[in-house]
Structure formats: C-alpha cells, structure tokens
C-alpha cells in the first residue's frame, strides 16, 4: 500500500488543520493506522492510531483532546484533525500502515509496514 499525507501548513497558535493520509494499492480496511510525528532535532513521536476494527483513536496524552484521528473507508482515507495547536506541535506528520500488530504495539513506529512522505505543520506563535 502507498500512503500520502497532506493538509498541512503555516498556522498560528489555536488554529486547526485537517490532514488526510490516501492510501492506494491496497484498502486501509486492512490496517491499523498510525499518525506519527517528527520535530526539527527530536526522535520520532507517537500522535495516534485507529485500528482496522474501530472507529475511535488512541492517542498520546500530549495531544489528547485536541486531535482526533478518522477514517474513511470508502475513500481510503484517515484523517487526522488537529485542533487547537501549539508551537510545540510543529513537526512533519507522517501516516502508516499496520497488518498486524496487537494493540499495545501500535504506540511503536517500529511495527508499522508501510510509511508516507509526510506533511509538515508548522505552529507560530
């Protein structure tokens, strides 16, 4: 499967954004999937995943409440709404793929198959 992430960009402070991760090649009904993100000098970080079999995302505390992770079968799309942004969450974002993995794996970027080019997001103050 290819996945490419868009919808970022240059925001101020509490805006939102919407990203959208498209998959082709293969239907993202089939995977778990994962939003990550990379800031300038900083490891990969964990933003959130939505599993094959749900509707509803697991997130990291630091963006708990503010971004919520979709998905669109029909379109084979996910989103990832990210509302209420701060300077720290400027990075790029990146979405993935997992076959399967079991839930307490899916934090990990290591277990996921299939990786995008990301988008970048970039929060001023």
């Known amino acids: 499967v290819q996945l490419l992430a868009s919808g970022g960009g240059l925001v101020q402070a509490g805006s939102s954004l919407r990203l959208s991760c498209v998959a082709s090649g293969r239907s993202i009904s089939s995977y778990n999937m994962g939003w990550f993100r990379q800031a300038p000098g900083k490891a990969r970080e964990f933003v959130g995943f939505i599993k094959k079999t749900s509707s509803n995302g697991v997130y990291a505390d630091s963006v708990k409440g503010r971004f919520i992770i979709s998905r669109d079968n029909a379109r084979n799309t996910v989103y990832l709404q990210v509302n209420s942004l701060k300077p720290e969450d400027t990075a790029v974002y990146y979405c993935?793929?997992?076959?399967?993995?079991?839930?307490?794996?899916?934090?990990?970027?290591?277990?996921?198959?299939?990786w995008g080019p990301g988008t970048q997001v970039t929060v001023s103050s």
């Open positions: 993935a793929a997992n076959s399967n993995g079991i839930t307490s794996t899916l934090r990990l970027g290591d277990t996921y198959d299939y």
